[in-house]
């Protein structure tokens, strides 16, 4: 392996910790404690350990943490109550619905229905356009977390040729934006995209979000290019356990890339350290306090 390792656990520890700091002097300074509402509709097994992990870490910033629990069966009429509490709720500075919801929800509507200026995961379609736009908004959690790994390897990026592989609107699409405003020169490529490979291959820094295990072999990859791999999947194993791979073939890659992200232990801490991130950064705004 020659390409060096972003380290996001570690990377993701440090933002951790500087959250619980600005947690503390909000405390100290202004008796602030900011708030995140979780909310869980069914029992989805991977959403159910996502929910758990988040409250545990905003606990752990010293923040207030309310978990909200609907069963699979809850009306959309429910799920929208219950969101228009916790919008006027003062002690709730982020909220949060956790995706996906079973089928006879319409996400959209939820989604639209959460305060913009408590929407942490910055799914709002307003959030959404002032991202687009160049205003200050609160930006999704995971191309966010990407970009602070991105800058912990490369500071300087206008003038790179980015390539984002993936065009949803929770990954892809704020990615190119947020490259985009870094002055990089941006491709976004998906699943209608002609030779990839070729594409993916102009790439300075390559940013994989397809979920495709091991999508992105060595040829993908320009000498020294920085790869940011969003991806999760769980593969077979033997024991039947399965394991998580990212959409890039870790082992060949490294052996091209300047600098590469792990799977786990890369983007995936980077989502939840943003997203406490996000929750003080919602407290300070609907407040009208400066940003540190
Ligand atoms: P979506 O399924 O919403 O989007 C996938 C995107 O990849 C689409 O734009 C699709 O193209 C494109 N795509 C799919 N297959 C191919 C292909 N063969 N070639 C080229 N493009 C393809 O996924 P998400 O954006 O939500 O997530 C992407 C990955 O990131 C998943 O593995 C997910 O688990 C992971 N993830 C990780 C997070 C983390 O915290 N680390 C957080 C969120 C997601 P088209 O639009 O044409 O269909």
Redesign the pocket.
Known sequence: MSARLIDGKKIAADLRAAVALDVDELAETRKITPGLAVVLVGEDPASQVYVRSKGKATLEAGMKSFEHRLPAGATQAELLDLVQRMNADDAVDGILVQLPLPAHIDANAVLDAIRPDKDVDGFHPINAGKLAVGRPALVPC?PW?SMRLIRAVEPKLAGKRAVV????N???KPMAQLLLAADCTVTV?????ND?AAVAREADILVA????PA?VGRDWIKPGAIVID????RVPTPDGKGRLVG?VDFAAASDVAGAITPVPGG??P??IACLLENTVRAAKLRRGLALT
């Open positions: 995971t977390g592989l993936g065009r949803s929770i990954v892809g490529a998906h699943s209608k995209t990839l979000a397809v979920g495709r999508m969003v991806g999760i999947n959409d983007v995936g980077m989502t």
